[in-house]
């Protein structure tokens, strides 16, 4: 019924940049909150980012000043935009939604796939 589907992952050098695409599709009512969330190997997947449908965003301490999270509702789509990356930021990250759709009188937490981001030294 609905689908998340990440881009914009890749291998890059410290110190590059990089932005992440999330697009919901599906039978979407609405979209409370998206959020970005990451995890590298061998370690707990950690949420990194999050905006409302109002803009309304918050940020672990990881990535604040370095990474900004946008939605543009519209498009059902929310972003991360990473500068200054770092090999520790190297993990699959996740999108994550919180939609309401036709089907559910209520809002449902989805996820994507993820998208790997390497970060090379």
């Known amino acids: 019924q609905v689908q998340l589907v990440e881009s914009g992952g890749g291998l890059v050098q410290a110190g590059e940049s990089l932005r992440l695409s999330c697009a919901a599709s599906g039978s979407i009512v609405k979209i409370n909150e998206m959020s970005w969330h990451r995890q590298g190997s061998g370690n707990q997947r950690e949420l990194v980012a999050s905006t409302t449908r109002e803009g309304r965003t918050r940020y672990a301490d990881s990535g604040k000043g370095r990474f900004t999270i946008s939605i543009d509702n519209a498009k059902n789509t929310v972003y991360l935009q990473m500068y200054g990356l770092k090999p520790e930021d190297t993990a699959v990250y996740y999108c994550?939604?919180?939609?309401?759709?036709?089907?559910?009188?209520?809002?449902?937490?989805?996820w994507g796939q993820g998208t790997q981001v390497t970060v090379s030294s």
């Open positions: 994550n939604a919180a939609i309401m759709t036709s089907s559910l009188p209520y809002t449902f937490s989805y």
